[in-house]
């Protein structure tokens, strides 16, 4: 009896020993998105934690202030909204309604609701020579029939791209600026300009880009380009818009610029040709250039940034956004690529129903990743790798979309992941390792 039970003692010492020296799971286990395994080699990945919800909306966006706070924007009920995080998103002030609201206007009898859409921002370096420290806080108004329910009532109120101010770190604001406007059309279309993106230049210069269609439509076409408006005092006045980047067949959109040595690095969604699939691409220009030239389909300076390409006449992918850490350049994107066509579908049917199925409404959130040393030249020499997914993603039906991301660098090669999830608005941490 007594060998039996030492012999017994000894088997559950022996078992308590193996499971506690057992590797712990990756961060977020089963309750994140996609943490990639980890690569032998020691090449670059990201580890998810688990997602969190922060409030209700839309097209969110997160930046660090010259404070140490995180401010993070959104689009609710047709209205723009900040927040604030004194502790690196583990927590959040009362969210608090911007001066940018909607309106009602009016062409003649006509009436149509203006709303607040895809808002982002930029806090100017405390050395700005004009206004040190001031939050320029961009909107894009669109018009919608006045019950608010269909967009593109653009017979009343053009799409705009405004503007509005803080001097006193988001306590206060400026009255609403408009700095850019499409036109009034003689019919009620979605057509004008999108989706404004801010940035600060070394020098002070103030830049907004943003997609527009306005001189396209005009000629009866529906191409896009990526423009800039830029401002030389801080956001006081704003010079003539210029065309940043046109294809010459057929759309560029969803701007979002990051800077790494000297160059700036425009992410934006393209195709190259009728029936492609949007997909995320890169454009380069030298700051000392500033996009003194147009770039067109065939320049140098547009380049295939992914070691594996997303380009696909069935799988979407666009809404790009593109941030630098300590160590990374760090690109995500919104693909749907849940449905694939059945054996022996027409290839006039495929397009179609890839996209009613590889839709916006069934995407999800995907970041790659490369170390900023392989940056050099205004391209990615090894280019971007690792796809990961930092939201649950149903790929048997697209449900769960993780739409109109974006992403935050919080130090230290930790990002956040930034999205409108199931309808609301979800963080995630990451921190990248490997691949330095």
């Known amino acids: 009896m007594d060998k039996m039970f030492r012999a017994l003692k000894i088997t559950l010492f022996l078992a308590v020993l193996f499971f506690s020296c057992e590797k712990p799971s990756p961060v977020g286990g089963s309750s994140s998105g996609d943490n990639p395994p980890a690569d032998e ?12 919800r ?7 966006r997160v930046h660090r202030l010259n404070d140490g706070r995180l401010m993070l924007t959104c689009a609710d009920s047709f209205d723009g909204y900040a927040m604030f995080s004194r502790n690196n998103g583990e927590s959040w002030g009362t969210v608090r309604k911007c001066p940018m609201s909607q309106f009602y206007a009016t062409n003649g009898t006509v009436k149509a609701l203006v709303s607040v859409a895809v808002p982002d921002f930029a806090q100017l370096s405390s050395k700005h020579p004009h206004h040190p420290n001031r939050i320029i806080f961009a909107g894009n108004y669109r018009p919608r029939t006045s019950d608010g329910k269909t967009t593109g009532k653009t017979t009343v109120h053009p799409y ?4 509005s101010v803080s001097d006193d770190n988001g306590n206060t604001w400026s009255e609403t ?11 009620d279309v979605t057509i004008g ?5 801010v940035l600060e230049l070394p020098d002070g210069t103030v830049q907004i880009y943003f997609a527009d269609e306005t001189p396209y439509y005009k ?5 896009h380009n990526i423009s800039v408006i830029e401002s030389k005092d801080g956001g006081d006045t704003w010079e003539k818009v210029r065309v940043v980047s046109q294809n010459g067949e057929c759309r560029d959109g969803m701007p979002v610029v990051a800077i790494h040595d000297d160059m700036l690095y425009l992410a934006i969604e393209s195709t190259d040709y009728k029936g492609e699939r949007l997909h995320p691409i890169v454009i380069s220009n030298p700051i000392k250039n500033n996009w003194k030239t147009t770039v067109g389909k065939g320049s140098e300076y547009r380049f295939e940034p992914f070691r594996t390409s ?4 069935v799988v979407y992918s666009g809404s790009p956004y593109i941030i630098t850490t300590d160590n990374y350049i760090v690109y995500s994107y919104q693909i749907a690529d849940w449905w694939t066509p059945p054996a022996g ?6 397009l179609a129903q890839a996209k009613q199925n590889n839709d916006a409404d069934h995407a999800t959130m995907e970041v790659q990743v490369c170390p900023k040393k392989e940056a050099g030249g205004g391209y990615f020499k090894q280019k971007m790798r690792a796809p990961s997914r930092p939201f649950p993603y149903d790929k048997n039906t697209g449900k769960e979309a993780a739409i109109w991301n974006s992403l935050c660098d919080l130090g230290n090669d930790e990002i956040l992941a930034v999205s409108q999830y199931n309808g609301a608005v979800y963080i995630v941490k990451g921190k990248i390792v490997g691949g330095k």
């Open 41 to 52: 080699s020691g090449d670059v990945r990201i580890i998810w934690e688990a997602p969190k």
């Open 54 to 60: 922060v409030t209700s909306g839309g097209y969110p």
């Open 160 to 163: 705009t791209i405004a503007i």
């Open 177 to 187: 600026k408009h700095i850019y406007k499409s036109e009034i059309w003689n019919e």
């Open 193 to 197: 300009c999108w989706e404004p993106f």
């Open 219 to 223: 000629m009866g076409s529906d191409w």
């Open 310 to 313: 997303l380009k696909s006449e």
């Open 345 to 350: 579908l027409a290839a006039s049917a495929q």
